[in-house]
């Protein structure tokens, strides 16, 4: 038998959803530092002590927001089925995946990560994509590009992670000019190519 937790609770889901999209719409207005609980509540049409119920404080919902977005975005990450005809590309399919969720949520993404109001979302990001560059490294390690070019393999990792983060946020500065399929093929060729 299933166990439920209250996580799984409609009204809690909904609850929680109110107060990030309340969050997210008064984060496009102010300073971080201007949202109280007392006008997110009201944003959200709650009562302030049910925010409470959910939350510490707007720091702890901030966290929390935080780590949703990572656990989605590595769902993402972890339902991307490898491409074999993608042969040394095997990231791809992945970043392909990763910009499709981060369209879908552009709203969002565009105040968290584009707008510099708040640091913990991109800092959370930057750290999750330092993880997935730090995989691709070492499995391609063999063919190394890094030990004949004489590369240290955490400068190849802040590199990689930080040119990737920065062209997400720009693509969305840009209102995401281009597909997320054309924008993942320009950044692979970009990082194939010989220097």
């Keep these: 038998m299933d166990h439920i937790t209250p996580r799984t609770d409609p009204r809690i889901l909904r609850t929680r959803q109110l107060l990030r999209d309340a969050f997210i719409e008064l984060l496009q207005e102010m300073d971080i530092e201007k949202i109280s609980v007392n006008r997110l509540a009201e944003r959200a049409t709650i009562n302030r002590v049910t925010f409470y119920l959910h939350y510490r404080d707007i720091p702890d919902m901030l966290e929390k927001m ?31 995946n990763l910009l499709e969720h981060i369209s879908q949520h552009a709203k969002f993404y565009k105040v968290i990560l584009a707008t510099n109001r708040t640091t913990i979302f991109s800092n959370r990001l930057l750290k999750l994509l330092a993880e997935l560059v730090t995989e691709r490294i070492e499995k391609r390690e063999s063919d190394s590009f890094l030990s004949s070019e004489n590369i240290q393999k955490d400068i190849a990792i ?13 693509w969305l500065r840009q209102d995401m000019p281009y597909t997320p399929l054309y924008l993942a093929k320009q950044f692979s060729l970009l990082r194939s190519t010989p220097r």
């Excluded at 935080?66 to 990231?91: F, H, K, L, R, S």
């Excluded at 930080?162 to 997400?168: H, W």
Aim: glycine share 6%; no cysteine; hydrophobic share 40%.
């Design 66 to 96: 935080a780590d949703d977005m990572n656990e989605d975005i590595q769902q993402v990450m972890d339902n991307t089925q490898p491409n074999p005809n993608t042969a040394g590309e095997e990231d791809w399919p992945m970043l392909v």
């Design 158 to 170: 802040w590199y990689g992670s930080s040119a990737l983060i920065g062209t997400i946020i720009a």
